[in-house]
């Protein structure tokens, strides 16, 4: 790991992503491991095309879209800090975190920002709404060759039916977390980093 | 007399001789016979999801064997110990190495061996020494069998076989670990079984076993093991060596597959190691240097008859189960069997129990109960264990006792558990998921985040034991490949796969018209009529929901398993969703690229040649610079030229750095990501300019690639990994360094 002088993680660095994102110091270690791996043009930062490059993203049905949450508003490149702070929204949420400083804003991973993390990934356009041609794109995606375009329009009409309540015909970030309520997110947004 | 000297005299008309092909000639008819039961199973498909085929297969031979038993007749002795072990065997065996897949098995590959060697271990010795604590009793007269003998018996009955369980895991989603953990164990333990077999039919043969004797069979058993597994890679790489020369004699190809796999397996047999270990690890090592080395038919040869030879195999020995069952001479013995049967039940249990307990703080992923369970209950007997009792040497007494326990516990387990096993696995899961009727929200946004989340894993590399796995791959790609591989270029299978998708679309849309391959809408669509508010408000039934939640759970992706396309056991791996996904992203692309600029002529032809085009250079671009070589896809000897850009000065940034791809590509291959991530404001699309020779080339392009030609073809490899394109620096040097083409573009509409 320590070849490229310019890109060793400094322990500094370590400490503020630690800060910002609440992983540990060898999960730190371990995934800017796994970032110079996939960075095949080392110069510190990633492209989509790195991202492309992994062959289970390619099959996934929603690999673009996840690749493209790794980028911040019309940027090409995601550095260390970019990615940590992405990748921190999957962090399982501990319950000693609960009882943490309120003073300090809201940790990347709690359940809204996970939340927040899925909406996004259905509004592109940054709208703050999912409309019904957003959602239909996304379902599209996920769902295979067999169902005619009229069934799927259905059902994404019959979703946003279900979400909607204030009669905008599209779903809203509060509408989607009231949606989601039952849902046990934090479970199903999380993973376990390997130590 | 007069007229047979008569007909002596005369050339015989019509004659039979039945007895110089009758060995040959019951053999065909036997497998002939499975074959038709096979195909009947599938006619009514639903069967095979409720009764797995072995049980089926069971049945028809026990109706056959019921046939022949009232007509008094024999089933024919071929059945023996030679036949099974030189013949039958190494093709199940493999069949489970080619198959194998070996990215999930490399990560759990201490799990697995734990299960396969310590848990076969476990069950032998309990359901060994339980079993001869039940002989003391008196009353139950089986006092003759001594303890090597039990041992020897249970050895044989540990053995697992769980395809149709891992049938009924697939098709229910049953997590990736507890899959992979049963499917190796299901594959190590034949090795390990045999191992204990050879060893305890060798005590068995001793009227005293001293410790020593025990001492020396743990050694011979870490001996034979790893003895095995380095025959089977020396055969491995001399296989793919040979492989790299065969580019001149592809029909026989295939034959060295065999041959070699062959090979390692009798070389193993007959210095007394494990063959099976050999067989295996020569079938791993191998597929993935040849299927680099050999061409696209070959290699589709190969899969096929690896298939068709273990099908014929494992239906023999089922089909025969159950023929042998009717009409062999058994010996009933309650107790004995019974007990057997519910020592094997008890021991699995247990042996799971405590030996996940004792693995699990080893593992990132623990195994829960559920999951401790399925691999228990998933724990089927089948048919090397019928094998290894029918061929058990005759010195044994109380053999019929045996064959008669082991038929019964085969029986029981491939028709209860087996049966059993899905509705079983369905119902534990069913308790958990609260299927609310009115909420289809919670079923598509829930996919979707467990989409997003083995996307995420995927991403991080979470499964690999990342430090080994990456010194290998170094390893690998400096040293093995430059020998093993005959033309070296580092290339992923996805990346193989995507290539023959391409060519495919591509060819699709040159014959068949410019219609719409997919139903993906366009990025054109989203932007065009936001006003959907104006739709009026339609009513949903409760029927209709549930409709559509019927709808939602058939048709949406199940999450990615890695495991899952390749270990159905009867049928070759399918990658028909994979091909799904990747046509849809393709068309989705050529579907906006399409609706934007191209309403002239001009535009219309440069799109079907730029389909054949485009399709070529992000990927192969993307993996060339990958490797840090300075190589370039096809020959593209034309300039290419865009017609616009997305990100005009990302682009050029990144193309003066020496590795990262250049900006046409960068346009393309970021098709799907910049489309969905960024207003469309245009694009850029490569225009190569002789489309005429492109037509021609894709056509060509179908044909063995391996041939260069002063032409160059664009040589789209075959899928699984093909002997790779010839190269073609210049082409890459223009793209690369051609900015004032951009600017130049930049203009057009």
Known sequence: MGSRASTLLRDEEIEEIKKETGFSHSQITRLYSRFTSLDKGENGTLSREDFQRIPELAINPLGDRIINAFFPEGEDQVNFRGFMRTLAHFRPIEDNEKSKNAAVSEPLNSRTNKLMFAFRLYDLDRDDKISRDELLQVLRMMVGVNISDDQLGSIADRTIQEADTNGDNSISFNEFIKVLEKVDVEQKMSIRFLH | ?749
């Open chain 2, 1 to 749: 007399m007069g007229d047979t000297q008569k007909e002596k005299a005369h050339l015989p008309v019509f004659t039979m001789d039945y007895a110089r092909i009758q060995v040959p000639f019951e053999f065909t008819l036997w497998v002939l016979l499975a074959s038709f039961a096979k195909i009947g199973f599938h006619i009514y498909h639903k069967i095979t999801i409720w009764i797995p085929e072995s049980c089926l297969l069971i049945s028809v031979g026990l109706v056959v064997g019921a046939i022949m038993h009232a007509v008094k007749e024999e089933p024919p002795a071929v059945l023996n110990s030679d036949v099974f072990f030189l013949f039958m065997l190494p093709l199940i065996v493999l069949d489970n190495g080619y198959f194998m897949p070996t990215r999930p098995f490399f990560e759990n590959i201490g799990t697995v061996l734990w299960y396969a060697v310590v848990g076969t271990l476990w069950n032998s010795i309990g359901i060994g020494m339980s079993l001869f604590a039940i002989c003391q009793f008196e009353v139950f007269g089986v006092q003759d069998i001594n303890l090597q003998e039990n041992l020897l018996f249970a050895s044989i009955i540990s053995t697992v076989d769980p395809v149709a369980a891992l049938n009924v895991f697939e098709d229910i989603g049953v997590n990736e670990q507890t899959y992979i953990v049963i499917f190796g164990e299901g594959l190590f333990n034949d090795a390990v079984t045999v191992v204990l077999y050879n060893m305890f039919t060798y005590l068995a043969a001793l009227p005293v076993v001293e410790p020593t004797d025990v001492f020396v069979g743990t050694a011979r058993f870490f001996l034979v093991a790893l003895g095995g597994v380095l025959f089977g890679l020396l055969f491995g790489f001399v296989a793919a060596f040979t492989t790299r020369f065969t580019h001149n004699v592809r029909q026989i190809e295939p034959l060295f597959v065999f041959m070699y796999s062959y090979l390692a397996y009798l070389v193993a047999e007959c210095f007394a190691i494990s063959s099976v270990m050999a067989l295996l690890t020569c079938a791993i090592t191998m597929k993935y240097y040849v299927e680099e080395n050999v061409s696209q038919r070959s290699c589709t040869t190969i899969r096929h008859v690896v298939k068709m030879l273990a099908t014929i195999s494992e239906t023999l020995i089922f089909f025969f189960l159950g023929v042998v069952t009717i009409t062999t001479e058994h010996e009933w013995n309650w107790a004995y069997i019974l007990f057997t049967l519910l020592f094997a039940f008890l021991w699995r249990g247990i042996g799971i129990l405590v030996l996940t307990q004792i693995i699990n703080p080893f593992r990132t992923i623990s195994l829960n109960f559920k999951d401790q369970f399925g691999l228990a209950y998933g724990g089927l007997r089948g048919a090397i264990c019928f094998a290894l009792v029918f061929t058990l040497p005759d010195n044994i007494n109380r053999k019929n006792l045996f064959v008669t326990a082991s038929v019964a516990v085969i029986i029981f387990t491939v028709f209860i558990q087996g049966i059993s096993i899905r509705p079983i696995v369905e119902y534990m899961n069913i308790r958990k998921t609260n299927k609310d009727v009115n909420n289809i929200n919670v079923e598509v946004h829930t996919r979707m985040m467990e989409h997003v989340l083995s996307g995420i894993e995927d991403l991080c590399g979470q499964w690999s034991h990342y430090y080994w796995k990456d010194k290998f791959k170094k390893f690998n790609d400096h040293v093995l490949r430059r020998i093993l591989i005959r033309d070296n270029r580092a290339e992923s299978s996805i990346v193989a796969l995507y290539k023959k998708l391409e060519l495919q679309v591509a060819i699709g849309l040159l014959d068949g018209p410019m219609g719409d391959l997919s139903a993906a809408p366009s990025i054109v669509s989203l932007h065009d009529e936001r006003k959907e508010a104006t739709r009026p408000k339609k009513k949903f039934l409760a029927a209709d929901v549930r409709k559509m939640q019927d709808i939602l759970s058939k048709n949406m992706y199940k999450i990615r398993q890695k495991t899952m396309n390749y270990t159905n056991k009867y049928n070759l791996p399918d990658d028909s969703r994979t091909r799904e996904i990747l046509i849809r992203r393709h068309a989705s692309i050529r579907h906006s690229l399409r609706a934007e600029s191209f309403r002239e002529l001009v535009g219309f032809l440069f799109q079907r040649a730029l389909s054949v085009r485009y399709f070529h250079h992000p990927i192969t671009y993307v993996e060339h610079l990958s490797n840090l070589t300075p190589r370039s896809s096809s020959r593209s000897h034309v300039p290419m030229r865009r017609l616009n850009t997305i990100k005009e000065t990302g682009n050029t940034a990144t193309s003066s750095q020496p590795h990262s791809p250049p900006p046409g590509v960068d346009a393309l291959d970021r098709g799907p990501g910049s489309l969905e991530g960024s207003s469309p404001q245009g694009r850029k699309v490569l225009v190569p300019a002789p489309k005429r020779r492109l037509l021609d080339q894709v056509d060509s392009g179908e044909e063995d690639p391996a041939d260069s030609e002063p032409v160059q073809p664009p040589h789209l490899p075959p899928p699984g990994g093909w002997a790779p394109e010839n190269q073609d620096p210049r082409a890459n040097e223009t793209l690369l360094r051609d900015p004032s083409q951009w600017s130049r573009a930049s203009g057009r509409p």
